[in-house]
């Protein structure tokens, strides 16, 4: 049976949207949109696998759909939605905690980053994140998944977890109409020059919400003084540009910014290089800056334009829940039967 193909992705709204966010998911999420029908998620579930205050948490989810919806997601001919209104998503993943094995998910790296030292402490929820995304994805019996370099190992867990329902439940996935697994087994897209934007003041850490310096990252709510204060104070090295991209190997710093810049540009490293090898940083910081207020500076000010229309956000999301729960329940009838639950 030929598995159209489909589109989900997630965005945790958790603290500020950051360029990372945009360049690594939001902007390949744009792009997708062309190609099949997508679903995108405000992950406001996974947000609570670490506290939240419920206030700002609402608002979060308001600002990342503000930000899907100014960096040009349709939200008519796709879905925007946020995750908390399909209860198929919880359900799945109970379902998926089933079949995923206990040792998978002690080999995930971002559980031992997020739960640090004080691991006896954290979250249960926070444990099974990665049973939860898998849930989120195999819900919609999504095929491509766009995401940040991040993301990797938990869509591998997704795909182990699609690829053991399929084979322990492999004449049932057959009786109920679906000879080849009910799950497909879904593909992570990481592409272009920037699946992991770093840190401006530190090259070797990722750019994150979570960091405490403000100045380690571009804020997709940055007006163009803020971004150009932050760019100029990027963390650099003494030497010019190289002119091939092998010459940034060890050079964290350089490599980040001309990565930026290649995203922003919607072209590859080798070609900045080309254009701006040999330079200094005092030379490719100001194009560099130019370039991303040019950018950035009109999304943030929709995203400010729609963040004030409450009533709209509010509908898209309502609107976008019912067509996602739609698919979502259709799917959710077949998994209940292929695994042996009583439904009239
Ligand atoms: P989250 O909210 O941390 O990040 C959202 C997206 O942004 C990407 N990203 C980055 N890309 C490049 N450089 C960076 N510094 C950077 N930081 C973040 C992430 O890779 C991600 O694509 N678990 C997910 C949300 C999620 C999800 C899903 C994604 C939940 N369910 C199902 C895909 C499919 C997360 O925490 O993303």
Redo the contacts with the bound molecule.
């Keep these: 049976m030929k598995i159209e193909k489909r589109v ?5 709204p958790t603290g500020n949207l950051h360029l ?2 945009y ?3 939001i902007v390949n999420f744009v792009e997708m949109q062309k190609e099949a029908p997508c679903l995108f ?1 405000v ?1 406001d579930m ?1 947000a609570i696998t670490l506290w939240q205050d419920p206030d700002e948490l609402r608002a979060s989810t308001r600002e990342v759909t503000a930000a899907f919806l100014a960096a040009g997601i349709d939200a008519k001919k796709h879905i925007i939605f946020n995750q908390s209104r399909v209860d198929g998503h919880a359900y799945l993943a109970w379902i998926c905690n089933c079949v995923a094995r206990v040792g998978w998910l002690n080999r995930m790296t971002q559980f031992k980053e997020k739960a640090g030292k004080d691991r006896e402490n954290a979250s249960l929820g926070l444990y099974a994140y990665p049973s939860l ?1 898998a849930a ?2 195999l819900l919609y019996r999504a095929t491509h ?1 766009p ?5 990797k190992q ?1 869509l591998e867990l997704a795909r182990d977890i699609a690829q053991k329902f399929n084979s322990d439940f492999d004449e049932f996935c057959e009786r109920y109409g679906y000879p080849d697994g009910f799950f497909p087994l879904p593909e992570p897209m990481i592409s272009g020059p ?4 770093m840190s401006l003041r530190d090259g070797t850490r ?3 919400k979570s960091e405490p310096s403000d100045m380690s990252r571009i804020n997709l709510t940055d007006n163009a003084d803020e971004i150009a204060k932050k760019l100029k104070k990027a963390k650099t090295d003494p030497e010019p540009l190289p002119s091939d991209v092998e010459g940034l190997k060890d050079r964290a710093e350089a490599d980040n910014l001309v990565g930026i810049y290649a995203a922003l540009a919607k072209t590859d490293k080798a070609s900045v290089l080309g254009e701006f090898g040999g330079a200094q940083f005092s030379k490719f910081k100001p194009a560099l800056v130019e370039l991303a207020v040019e950018k950035l500076a009109p999304i943030a000010a929709e995203m400010k334009r729609i963040s004030e229309d409450r009533a709209y956000i509010e509908e898209v999301l309502k609107d976008g829940g019912e067509r996602a729960n739609e698919i979502a329940s259709k799917h959710l009838r077949v998994v209940k039967d292929i695994v042996g639950f009583l439904q009239s």
Excluded: E, P, Y
């Design positions: 989900f992705s997630g965005v945790q990372g966010n360049l690594g998911a998620c992950v996974h995304m989120d994805v998944v995401v940040g370099d991040d993301q938990h920037a699946t992991r934007i990722k750019m994150s």
